[in-house]
C-alpha cells in the first residue's frame, strides 16, 4: 500500500512539475478524495444502520414503538384541572409556542399556557390536527434489566462461554499439533492426506449428523455439552490450514538449531514454533469463539429439552418464541448477544483480520 | 489461491515418498503422532459416520425405537420420488441459489472495490467497520433485521414511506421472503470482502499503469486486470457461497417460527425438511438419504464449479500461451 501511494505521488508530482495547474490538480484531487469519502461513509452508514433500528428501538416502550419518531419519544402531556392533556407546538404571530390543547375543535381550538394555567383559555385558529405535539425523550432503560432477568442471561452467558473456551482449547492445542506435523515432517503420502483434509471443507456437515446423532444417543451424550465440545480437540481443516500455512512462513533454521542442540520435535513446537506463532494461534481461537458464540444448530438437536445447558443462540431464539410480541425486549436481548464478540473483534482485530488473509494469501 | 488450488497443486507432487534413512523413517513417525488427532477425528466423526449415514438410507431406522430396525432395500431412495415436500424443498432451495449466488458474488467485489479506491482515506477504519457486521451473532443479526423489515415500524418502511410507497410485509409474503433472506445475508459478506480486498492490493500497481499508458480508461481496467487477476478469489468465495447455500437452516428455521409459520412452504429450504423429517418425525432412514442427496448435488456443483475454473480463473504461473 504504501509504494502504491508514494508511486501516485511521484506521478502527481512529476505531472504539475513547474507549471501552475498544480494548485489545481491539488484540489481537485481533493474534492475527488472528499466525495470518495463522502459516498463511501454513506453506504457504510445505510451498511450499518439496522444498529442503530436496535438500539434506539431497545430503548423504547411498548407505546412508543408505533409512533412516528425514530428515537424514544413520548408526548408530553400536561395536568389541568385532574385530567391529562397533550402539549402541542403551536404556530403563533412570536413563533412556536408550547401550548395545551384541552378543547379540540374543528376550526378553531382552546389552549393554556403551562407556564401559567392560571392565565385562561387562548383561541387559535386552525386544524389542530395538523399540530405537531411536543415529543419529549423517555428512555426505557429498564427493558434490558428485564430482558436480563426474563431471559437468565448470567445462565445463558455461562453456557455459553463454557462451551466456548473449552471448544477453544480443543481447537488450538489439536490444529496446533496436527498443522505442525504436516508443516514438518517427512510423512509418506502427506500431500494426498492434507487434500483429503482440504476437501472436508467442502462436505456438508448433514451427511454425517444422523449417524453422529444415534451415536452420541447411543452413549449418553445428548442432552450434555459433550457432542458441542469433544470433536473440537480433533483439528479442522480451516484452521489447520491457517496454521501450517503460518508455520510455513518460519524458517526451518531455527527448529534444525533447536534439534542439534537435543531438543525433540515436541520441544521445538514448544519453543520454537509457538512463541512466534502467536498471531495465528489467536486468531484460530478467536475464530472458533465467535464459531461456539454463533453456533445454533448443534445446541438445537444436542440439548432438546435441556433449557438449562442452552447457549445464548438457542436461549434468545425461544425468548422470542413466547415474547415474540415485546419487540423492544427483543431489541435489547439481540444486543445483549452481540456485545462481547463485537467487543472482542474490536479490541483483537488485527489478529483477526490477519488470520483471515492468511487463509486466502499464497505462500 | 487459498485451500483448494494450494492442496491440489501439492498433492501432484508428492516429493516425501522413497526409501529413507532410519532419521527420516523416526520423522515421520513423529509426523503420525502429530497428525493422528485429525486421523482419529477423520474416521470417528467423518469417513464412518459417512458410511454409517449410507448404510442408514437402506434401513427403516427410528431412533426411539431402535429395536425395530429393519433393512428396507431401496424403499427410501424410491420414496424421494414420491415425497413432494422434497420437490418444494429442492424448488425453494434452487431459487433462492439463483438469486443468492450472483449477490454472494457481486456485493465483495463491490465493497472491495470501493475499499480499495486509491483517493480513500481512513481506507482501515472503513475495512474494519465494514467488516464488524460479520462477527456479531447470527442470531442478533436475525432479530434485528427482523425489526428493520417489519413493514409497519421498521426503517425501512419508514424511508419508502417518504417516497409513499407501501412496504410488503416482506417476512410474510412467499414472493419476496428470498429477499428478506437476501437482506439479512448482507451482512455475512465480511470474510469474502477482505480476501477479495487483500487480492485487489497484491495487483501490481505497474499492470495499471501499463494499462492507463495504453489509453484504457477506469471501467476497462477495472473488467480486463483487476477482475482477472482476483479470479481465483471469486472463485474460493463462489465455492464457499455455493456449499453455504446448500448448509442455510438457521435463518429459515427462526423466521418461520421452527417451520409453524411456512405460506406456501416459503421457508421449506432443503435443511428444514431434512431436520423436520430426521429431528422431528424420527425417520431416520429417510433423512440419511435425504443428506445423501444433498452431498450428491453439492459435490456435482462443485465438481462442475472446479471444471468450469479452467475457463475463466487465472492460474498464477501457468503458460498464458
New interface residues.
Given amino acids: 500500500m504504501t509504494s502504491k501511494s508514494s508511486n501516485l505521488i511521484q506521478t502527481a508530482a512529476a505531472g504539475s512539475k513547474n507549471t501552475s495547474p498544480f494548485l489545481v490538480s491539488n484540489l481537485k484531487s481533493f474534492t475527488g478524495g472528499a466525495i470518495l469519502f463522502l459516498i463511501t461513509f454513506s453506504i457504510l452508514m445505510a451498511y450499518l444502520s439496522p444498529m442503530g433500528y436496535m438500539a434506539v428501538t431497545s430503548l423504547k416502550t411498548l407505546d412508543q414503538i408505533p409512533n412516528t419518531r425514530i428515537l424514544p419519544q413520548t408526548e408530553e402531556l400536561f395536568e389541568y384541572e385532574g385530567e391529562l392533556y397533550p402539549v402541542m407546538n403551536v404556530p403563533t404571530e412570536d413563533g412556536f409556542r408550547s401550548l395545551v390543547l384541552v378543547q379540540k375543535g374543528r376550526q378553531r381550538s382552546q389552549f393554556i399556557d403551562p407556564q401559567n394555567p392560571e392565565g385562561g383559555l387562548i383561541e387559535w385558529e386552525g386544524r389542530w390536527r395538523t399540530l405537531e405535539p411536543n415529543w419529549e425523550t423517555d428512555l426505557a432503560t429498564e427493558n434490558y434489566s428485564e430482558a436480563w432477568r426474563l431471559v437468565n442471561f448470567p445462565r445463558l452467558l455461562f453456557n455459553t462461554i463454557t462451551i466456548a473456551v473449552l471448544g477453544v482449547i480443543g481447537t488450538v492445542v489439536s490444529c496446533t499439533l496436527v498443522a505442525y506435523g504436516f508443516s514438518r515432517f517427512p510423512i509418506p503420502g502427506k500431500n494426498i492426506l492434507f487434500l483429503i483434509l482440504i476437501a472436508t471443507i467442502v462436505l456438508p456437515g448433514q451427511v454425517t449428523l444422523i449417524p453422529k446423532y444415534a451415536l452420541f444417543e447411543r452413549i449418553g451424550w445428548t442432552g450434555t455439552w459433550l457432542p458441542l465440545i469433544v470433536p473440537h480437540f480433533f483439528a479442522n481443516a480451516y484452521n489447520v490450514f491457517l496454521l501450517r500455512q503460518f508455520f510455513l512462513t518460519i524458517p526451518k533454521d531455527l527448529d534444525e538449531a533447536a534439534m542439534i542442540d537435543g531438543a525433540n520435535p515436541l520441544q521445538v513446537l514448544l519453543r520454537v514454533i509457538i512463541p512466534q506463532a502467536w498471531p495465528a494461534l489467536i486468531a484460530v481461537m478467536l475464530f472458533h469463539f465467535f464459531f461456539a458464540w454463533n453456533d445454533y444448530f448443534e445446541p438445537l438437536i444436542y440439548l432438546l429439552g435441556r433449557e438449562d445447558l442452552v447457549p445464548i443462540s438457542v436461549g434468545i431464539q425461544q425468548f422470542n418464541f413466547i415474547y415474540g410480541k415485546q419487540v423492544h425486549l427483543i431489541q435489547a436481548t439481540a444486543l445483549m448477544a452481540l456485545v462481547i464478540p463485537v467487543l472482542l473483534f474490536f479490541v483483537a482485530q488485527k489478529y483477526f483480520i490477519q488470520g483471515v488473509k492468511f487463509t486466502g494469501v499464497d505462500k | ?4 488450488t ?3 497443486r ?5 516429493k ?2 522413497g526409501g ?1 534413512s532410519l532419521l ?1 523413517k523416526q ?2 513417525r ?6 493422528s ?2 486421523i ?3 474416521f ?3 469417513f ?3 458410511v ?2 449410507l448404510t ?1 438410507t437402506f434401513l427403516d ?1 427410528n ?1 426411539l425405537e ?1 429395536e425395530k430396525t429393519s433393512f428396507i432395500g431401496l424403499e427410501n431412495w424410491s420414496k424421494l420420488g414420491s415425497d413432494p415436500l422434497l420437490r418444494e424443498a429442492l424448488r425453494v432451495t434452487g431459487v433462492f441459489m439463483l438469486i443468492a449466488l450472483p449477490v454472494a458474488i457481486v456485493q465483495p467485489i463491490a465493497m472491495a472495490g ?2 480499495n ?6 481506507r482501515r477504519i ?8 460479520y ?6 443479526v436475525i ?3 427482523t ?2 423489515m ?1 413493514p ?4 425501512i418502511a ?1 424511508v419508502l414511506m417518504l417516497f409513499n410507497i407501501d412496504m410488503p410485509d416482506i417476512l410474510n409474503e412467499p414472493n419476496w421472503i428470498p429477499m428478506a433472506l437476501i437482506l439479512i445475508g ?2 455475512g459478506a465480511g ?1 469474502a470482502m ?2 477479495t480486498l ?2 485487489m ?2 495487483i501490481p ?1 505497474s499492470l495499471y ?1 501499463a494499462a492507463r499508458v495504453d489509453g484504457a480508461g477506469p471501467m476497462r481496467i477495472f473488467f480486463s486486470i483487476t477482475i482477472p487477476l482476483i479470479s481465483p ?1 471469486i472463485f ?1 468465495n463462489t ?1 464457499l457461497a455455493l ?1 453455504g447455500i ?2 442455510i ?2 435463518v429459515p428455521w ?1 423466521l418461520s ?2 417451520g409453524d409459520r411456512n405460506p406456501d412452504n416459503a421457508y421449506l429450504f432443503f ?1 428444514i425438511h ?2 423436520k423429517t ?2 422431528k418425525f424420527q425417520d ?1 432412514g429417510y ?2 438419504t ?3 442427496v ?2 450428491l448435488i ?2 456435482t456443483l ?1 465438481i462442475l464449479l472446479f471444471w468450469s475454473a479452467k475457463y475463466w480463473v487465472y492460474q ?1 504461473g501457468s503458460s498464458e500461451s
Avoid at chain 2, 1 to 4: I, K
Avoid at chain 2, 30 to 35: A, Q, S
Avoid at chain 2, 135 to 140: E, K
Avoid at chain 2, 152 to 155: A, C, E, L, N
Fill in positions: 489461491m487459498g485451500f483448494f494450494d492442496a491440489l501439492e498433492a501432484s507432487i508428492d516425501s515418498r529413507q527420516q520423522k515421520a513423529w509426523g503420525w503422532l502429530f497428525i488427532p485429525w482419529f477425528g477423520f470417528a466423526f467423518l464412518i459416520p459417512m454409517a449415514s442408514f431406522f431412533i431402535p470501493l475499499l479506491a486509491r483517493a480513500l482515506k481512513f472503513f475495512t474494519t467497520l465494514f467488516y464488524m457486521p462477527v456479531i451473532p447470527l442470531i442478533s432479530y434485528i433485521w425489526g428493520v417489519n409497519q415500524s421498521g426503517w419508514r448482507l451482512w470474510n477482505l480476501l487483500a487480492a492490493q497484491n500497481t499503469e478469489v474460493y465455492v456449499i446448500f448448509q437452516f438457521t427462526i417460527r421452527g435443511n431434512f431436520y430426521g429431528f431416520m433423512a440419511a435425504l443428506a445423501w444433498l452431498f453439492v459435490i462443485t498464477p
